[in-house]
């Protein structure tokens, strides 16, 4: 179960680097092996480049029980999610272009499509703190509690789920639905799926 869990990390950063949802070092991903035990991707190294080898297993305390390269700087907002959220079992951080530039210009996730209203109704957007830091780690577990994606400003996303493929269904769609809000955005104004349909 390790080896494919080390292998689905891999697999995960390089659909996001290929995706444009991260660049070069940045962004990162973790899974939970047991209540103790936690895996997560390394800090600088290139994510397209990444290997199964490099992944770190760490304790819910974040100590380096196995690997040479150091965890990603993340780490502390990895381990406050998993210490909130028992029903948490992958957590991926990504850096939606389209997603933080609408954030950025004031706009939010409106409801132009199903999944917009169906997933991302209320999605909490919280403000920035210093990557890293116990400040944001704190803010987005308390902002996380019964969500499965939460925007940082000027920063990225963080989405949850019970395994890495349904974190990453979270960071795709999020991101296909900013696309949406951007174009309607640009060639005039966005329309949403009617009021009556969403009551």
């Known amino acids: 179960m390790e080896d494919y869990l080390r292998n689905e990390l891999v697999k995960c950063m390089k659909i996001l680097h290929d995706r444009g949802l991260v660049s070069g070092i940045g962004g990162n991903a973790s899974v939970r092996l047991n209540k103790n035990e936690i895996l997560i991707t390394p800090t600088g190294v ?3 480049d990444l290997k199964a ?5 760490i304790d819910i305390n974040g100590n380096v029980i196995e690997g040479c390269l150091k965890p990603s700087i993340e780490l502390p907002l990895h381990l406050s999610i998993y210490k909130s959220r028992s029903d948490v079992n992958a957590i991926i951080h990504a ?3 389209y997603t933080i530039g609408i954030i950025s210009a004031g706009k939010k996730i409106e409801p132009i499509n ?11 957007i919280v ?4 990557p890293g830091s116990k400040e944001l780690a704190d ?3 308390k902002n996380i509690k019964s969500k499965s994606v939460v925007i940082m400003k000027n920063h990225g996303v963080i989405a949850v789920g019970s395994n890495l ?3 990453l269904y979270i960071i795709e769609a999020l991101e296909e639905i900013s696309i949406m809000i951007f174009v309607a955005s640009c060639l005039g104004k966005i329309t949403t799926i009617p009021e009556e349909y969403l009551r």
């Open 53 to 57: 080898e490099d992944i770190v297993k």
């Open 114 to 124: 199903y999944e917009a209203w169906k997933i991302f109704k209320d999605v909490p």
């Open 139 to 141: 803010l987005v577990a």
């Open 46 to 48: 290139f994510k397209a």
């Open 127 to 130: 403000e920035f703190k210093p």
């Open 165 to 167: 493929k349904e974190a």
């Open 95 to 97: 850096h939606n272009p």
